[in-house]
């Protein structure tokens, strides 16, 4: 499994969201194609930028802390038909509970936990060449080269 920061790219109308996860320990990212709500709640955590009202990753990240539960880690384990699936590991006192959940969601909630997300190793080689997109995103070649172009300063506005 492999270490990874997330950012967002493209959290506007005009643009696809995407969600950049870097592995800590090497140069390779891997995008996820998100909803523009769903980025959203993922950058408004990144910068820290607390919203009027809790969102619902606000809603569960406080349920589990009254329930005396924890989020322990994040894994996106699996990449089956252009479709990434992920799984909460969450911690109630000596018993441990693995949820499915979808990227995004777990993603969101992993931030406002501050705890790690993980890639499966399987999905990171798969996913990291797989960079076509959807029909109305940006051509493979435009995201390869922005991927590419990415550094830890771009990467550093978006606190990971």
């Known amino acids: 499994m492999r270490s990874c920061k ?4 493209g959290a506007s109308k005009e643009d696809m969201p995407i969600v950049v996860l870097k592995d800590v320990k090497s140069e390779a990212v891997m995008p996820i194609w998100v909803g523009i709500f769903e980025a959203n709640a993922i950058a408004l955590e990144i910068e820290k930028t607390p ?12 349920l589990l802390r009254h329930l005396n539960g924890e989020l322990e880690r994040v894994v996106i384990t699996e990449l089956k ?17 693995a ?4 990227p995004s969601d777990a993603i969101a ?28 995103g940006p051509t493979a070649e435009q995201l390869r080269g922005w991927l ?3 550094n830890d300063e771009d990467l550093g506005r978006y606190k990971m």
């Open 51 to 62: 919203p009027s009202r809790p969102m619902t990753h606000d809603l569960a990240r406080n």
């Open 109 to 136: 909630l992993a931030l406002r936990a501050d705890c790690p997300i993980f890639v499966a190793e399987k999905v990171m080689d798969s996913a990291k060449l797989n960079t076509s997109g959807p029909p109305e």
């Open 81 to 97: 038909d252009d479709t990434f699936y992920a799984v909460l590991w969450l911690r109630q006192g000596n018993e441990q509970l």
């Open 99 to 102: 949820v499915d959940a979808r």
């Open 148 to 150: 590419e172009g990415l």
């Open 6 to 9: 997330a950012g967002v790219r």
